[in-house]
């Protein structure tokens, strides 16, 4: 029989070591590369990732040429880049050989996917193509094995950056033309689009978009940043929140935050805007708005990481709050955001914060609704055999954006890009929550 003071020490370890099992946080798998993964195969950047309710896990690659391979793997006709799609039924586990799901006519762009929260099941894509003057929609019911693609809107020069959201029958995207940012808009699962302005009195140098989501009463929200030069990197930048409640017929602007002009990222061969703001946004089940981005205080100075939230669909947002742990002076860029159940966000970016100054994707998530947060989870980790992954880093983000997912266990799942620097060489990575 075992003594009352016997028992009560029993009960003190169990509890002690659930608890510090509770702190220890969420615990991802190493990272490794997805698309083709040859040691001179191309370079890809920019992957969107998504899951379904029945264990799929996509991701989308643009696939680039570079001196080593002149052509796309598997594909010598293809242009630069080509689109290729990677698919998994095992929650990520194993994943399929790269294919095309669309012709690349003289190439594809800033790749986007999602999976349909209402059926859980229905893919769709979107992408840029031919020389980004094409925005493209395609459509998928059979798990990514076959896709039917529209054109949601064609124009007589680029685009940029396009932003894809789904519920049901309803599908947005947005992108943005020069000053001006746009939106496309379907209510018939994606055959038909109409399109209109979301800043029809735009007076900006020029405008990005950023990203999106739609409520649970159905209202849309696409977030931009409108820089106030042309063509430069100075500032001041406006970030803003657009709302539409009929549809995407009409946008109402809501300003978020003023950042000063973007970080000088030259000595790693950047554009002008590489390291400037982005946002990042996201609705949860309950209809609760979420918005994270990276801005400044001081021209091309550093950026922080922001976040606010809405919980009167759009009509007031709470004070920007200051979500990463690292010391004030470090850059941070590239926001990604999901929220899942009522009050259920998870947030990440890249940071330099290494006395190195080699940057790391961080995570952190908030059970409600951004109130208070988890602790910080290093998602990248080191893999040898990359000239650009050092045991404490990578030497460089790879590309405008990067992408979660919540998998159908309610776990995180992340695809991103690092490199030597803006040029070449580099590549995607991916990890699962394990638990």
Known sequence: MRSPARFTLLLLLVITVTICASAAGPVFQGQTRVGFTGTNDGDQWEPSIAADSLGHVYILIPEYTNPQTPTIPGCANCPSPTMFL??????????????????????????????????????????????????????????????????????????????????????????????????????????????????????????????????????????????????????????????????GATWTPTLLDVSSSPPDCSAFSCGWAFLGPGTAMASDAAGQLYVLWNSGTTDKGPERIYFSTSKDQGNSWSLKKDVSLAPQGVDHSFPAI????????????????????????????????????????????????????????????????????????????????EGLNYLTPGNVWYTRQLR
């Open 86 to 247: 990677v698919t998994s039924s095992d929650n990520g586990a194993t994943w399929s050989s790269p294919r095309l799901i669309a012709d690349p006519g003289s190439g594809q762009i800033d790749v986007q996917i999602k999976v349909d929260p209402v059926d859980g099941r229905t893919v769709y894509a979107s992408w840029l193509q031919d020389n980004k003057s094409v925005i493209a929609v395609a459509k998928s019911t059979d798990f990514g094995q076959t896709w039917s693609t529209v054109v949601a809107n064609r124009t007589n020069a680029g685009t940029d950056k396009d932003i894809l959201l789904v519920n049901g029958n309803d599908v947005y995207v947005a992108y943005d033309h020069s000053q001006t940012v746009w939106a496309s808009s379907s209510h018939d699962g994606g055959k038909t689009f109409t399109s209109v302005k979301v800043n029809p009195n735009a007076q900006f140098g020029w405008s990005l978009s950023g990203g999106g989501a739609i409520d649970s009463a159905g209202n849309v929200y696409f977030s931009w940043e409108g820089y106030t030069q042309n063509g430069q990197a100075k500032g001041p930048v406006n970030i803003y929140v657009t709302k539409s409640s009929d549809g």
């Open 338 to 417: 999901i929220a899942g159940a009522a009050g259920d966000v998870r947030i990440a970016w890249m940071d330099q914060r290494n006395p190195s100054k080699h940057w790391n994707v961080y995570y952190r998530t908030s059970s409600n609704g951004g109130s208070s947060w988890s602790g910080e989870t290093i998602l990248s980790s080191f893999v040898s055999g990359y000239s650009y992954i050092f045991s404490d880093g990578f030497s460089f983000p790879f590309g405008d954006y990067f992408d979660l997912a919540i998998d159908y266990q309610n776990h995180t799942q992340a695809a991103w890009g």
